[in-house]
């Protein structure tokens, strides 16, 4: 089983959207309250940086997990990371939703940032069931919510909030027209045909000391429209710099 796709610019060089990654870290901490338990309730339960091609949206991604610059470094984002999954067009089974979830349990089971419980959950008779790929393939949706949601929501809240982080979530989304028409978190019909569709489903279920974190390209406007309660991250090309 391949694991969750990684990023083809890590190690590349960063720069000019240190702003992203402060705002980004103002995010995180606004889910904490002072007395370091999570409040939620005005902030988002996620960003969405948007921008057109080239303009830097998986370089930001990167450089949130494995930082090369002195502001990545000094913004301490990537000990805070709890997964990260990159989309690659060229990849199909980077997109497969059944991919996505199994690789997504693997990284949370082998998280310092999660305790021992969650890895003993899984191992439960019941949750390994869902863990085979013949049953993921089948209902991701149902693995995803045994395997993922249910156990991180049975865990006590850690004393730092963390992220999860996706870039390109409008990879495989592209030719489903009409996936953001008339679908609001939570909602129910088939099983999720993208990535994007599951997080929407089960965006409400998230615990509140996870931020998520994902990309998009501005055009696609489904999916723009999909994750609308998301705070947006704007990022534009400038003639001036290029980050790659």
Same mark, same amino acid.
């Given at each position: 089983?391949?694991?969750?796709?990684?990023?083809?610019?890590?190690?590349?060089?960063? &720069?000019?959207?240190?702003?992203?990654?402060?705002?980004?870290?103002?995010?995180?901490?606004?889910?904490?309250?002072?007395?370091?338990?999570?409040?939620?309730?005005?902030?988002?339960?996620?960003? $969405?940086?948007?921008?057109?091609?080239?303009?830097?949206?998986?370089?930001?991604?990167?450089?949130?997990?494995?930082?090369?610059?002195?502001?990545?470094?000094?913004?301490?984002?990537?000990?805070?990371?709890?997964?990260? &999954?990159?989309?690659?067009?060229?990849?199909?089974?980077?997109?497969?939703?059944?991919?996505?979830?199994?690789?997504?349990?693997?990284?949370?089971?082998?998280?310092?940032?999660?305790?021992?419980?969650?890895? &003993?959950? %899984?191992?439960?008779?019941?949750?390994?069931?869902?863990?085979?790929?013949?049953?993921?393939?089948?209902?991701?949706?149902?693995?995803?919510?045994?395997?993922?949601?249910?156990?991180?929501?049975?865990?006590?809240?850690?004393?730092?909030?963390?992220?999860?982080?996706?870039?390109?979530?409008?990879?495989?989304?592209?030719?489903?027209?009409?996936?953001?028409?008339?679908?609001?978190?939570?909602?129910?019909?088939?099983?999720?045909?993208?990535?994007?569709?599951? %997080?929407?489903? &089960?965006?409400?279920? $998230?615990?509140?000391?996870?931020?998520?974190?994902?990309?998009?390209?501005?055009?696609?406007?489904?999916?723009?429209?999909?994750?609308?309660?998301? $705070?947006?991250?704007?990022?534009?090309?400038?003639?001036?710099?290029?980050?790659?």
């Amino acid at each position: 089983m391949r694991g969750s796709s990684p990023s083809l610019l890590r190690g590349r060089w960063f &720069h000019c959207r240190e702003w992203a990654l402060e705002k980004l870290k103002k995010c995180l901490e606004a889910r904490n309250s002072p007395n370091g338990t999570q409040s939620s309730a005005s902030t988002p339960p996620g960003i $969405l940086v948007t921008g057109g091609p080239g303009t830097g949206k998986t370089a930001f991604c990167t450089e949130v997990v494995w930082p090369q610059s002195e502001a990545g470094r000094a913004a301490e984002l990537a000990p805070r990371c709890l997964a990260w &999954h990159y989309c690659q067009q060229e990849d199909a089974g980077s997109v497969e939703v059944w991919r996505f979830v199994l690789a997504l349990v693997e990284q949370l089971r082998e998280s310092p940032l999660l305790p021992p419980s969650y890895s &003993h959950m %899984l191992a439960s008779p019941s949750l390994a069931a869902t863990l085979e790929p013949l049953h993921c393939q089948r209902d991701p949706d149902d693995t995803f919510k045994r395997a993922v949601l249910e156990p991180l929501l049975s865990l006590a809240s850690p004393a730092q909030s963390v992220c999860i982080v996706i870039d390109s979530l409008d990879s495989g989304c592209s030719g489903l027209v009409g996936v953001g028409t008339g679908m609001t978190p939570g909602s129910v019909t088939n099983q999720s045909s993208s990535i994007a569709e599951l %997080l929407l489903r &089960h965006l409400q279920l $998230l615990p509140s000391w996870i931020l998520l974190v994902c990309s998009a390209r501005r055009q696609n406007k489904a999916v723009c429209k999909m994750f609308s309660e998301l $705070l947006f991250i704007c990022v534009v090309y400038s003639s001036m710099f290029k980050c790659i």
